[in-house]
């Protein structure tokens, strides 16, 4: 069914959403339309609707860049299929994506931010066809679930590429229970990591992830850096492995205490890879990444080409998702963006359409 006009939820002006419709727009030949089943609601959303970050396309404009649906229209091999659309389509055709670092396009285009006017808290999306993940067979699981693996689970994963995890790694993720962190720790054992140590502020979440990839948790909510190195220190020896080199550490927080932290816990031959996102400045000696042979590694969204092997990961309960997605009725979305301002969702909300 190819509707006359989408449904959607726009952001009018940062901190409104209005209830509207907009018209199909013609499709040109590499695009396709898809009737949105699910959209998660990301940090990201947040920032541009509550604190001032600016979206690329000026309001009024839908937001929302992680859904998954289902082609009504497009190409003919794409027409009926679920896909995922990925949160960052790079242009496929500069420089930057011959170079092999496509996520980092920078004429990519990201729904609910730089795709026109277009994002998920919509009926339906005009979005390029060329880079969308065809779902397939997917076991029974939801495909409104499916919507967190363009970005909350993808960005993980190409954050475990880029800092080369492998087996018997020592990990140590910073925020491992939160909406990314959860999936970054469990991608790390995932691909093979021997010990993986989670860190976060949120006990009850925190004792959770002893499940999902943390063979040690440890909140650093009232200690200090040094007792923080202490307590890293005892639980390597106490699994017999070695403290004090070699340990990839994963900052997903994007919080001033996070990457200070992360910068502490930075030793020989070590690696940082910054995964979260925030405005504060950091202090930092970096003579002393010369004198560990250290490095430090940011990393942004995913390579659409990587999509299918994380969904694989996903179907085949490599990486769990029940446990920490759920799913809900757009109409209540105003609802939903304030809860994830206030910090009161205990698992990633996922919007489906009903309007
Ligand atoms: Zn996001
Ligand atoms: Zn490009």
Known sequence: MIPTQIQTWQMSEPGKLARTSIPVPVLKADEALVEVKGCGVCHTDISYYYMGVPTEQKPPLT???????????????????????????????????????????????????????????????????????????RRGMPLEWASVI????????????????????????????????????????????????????????????????????????????????????ACARERNITHNWGWKIFEVTGTKAGQELALALVSFVGTLVVVGYGTDQTQYMLSRLMAFDAEIIGTWGCPPKYYAEVLRM??????????????????????????????????????????
């Open 150 to 233: 363009a970005d909350a689970v993808t960005t993980p994963y190409q954050a475990a590429l880029r800092g080369r995890v492998q087996a018997g790694d020592r990990v140590i993720v910073i925020g491992a229970a939160g909406g990314v962190g959860s999936f970054m720790t469990q991608i790390a054992k995932a691909m093979g990591a021997g010990t993986v140590i989670g860190i976060d502020v949120n006990d009850d979440k925190l004792k959770m992830m002893e499940k999902y990839g943390a063979d040690v948790t440890l909140n650093p909510k009232g200690k200090g850096v040094k007792e923080i190195r202490d307590a890293v220190k």
């Open 63 to 137: 937001l929302g860049h992680e859904i998954s649906g289902v082609v009504v229209a497009g190409p003919a091999n794409l027409v009926g299929k679920e896909v995922i659309v990925p949160a960052v389509m790079p242009c496929n055709n500069c420089d930057i994506c011959r170079s092999g670092r496509s996520n980092r396009c920078l004429g990519q285009k990201m729904p609910g931010n730089s795709l026109g006017i277009y994002g998920g808290f919509a009926s339906h999306i005009p979005v390029p066809a060329a880079d969308l993940c065809v779902v397939g067979d």
């Open 314 to 355: 996903c179907i085949e309960g490599k990486i769990a998702l029940e446990p920490f997605v759920e799913v809900r009725p757009m109409s209540r979305i105003e609802y939903a963006f304030d809860e994830a301002h206030h910090g009161r969702h205990k698992k990633r909300v996922i919007l489906t359409p009903d309007f």
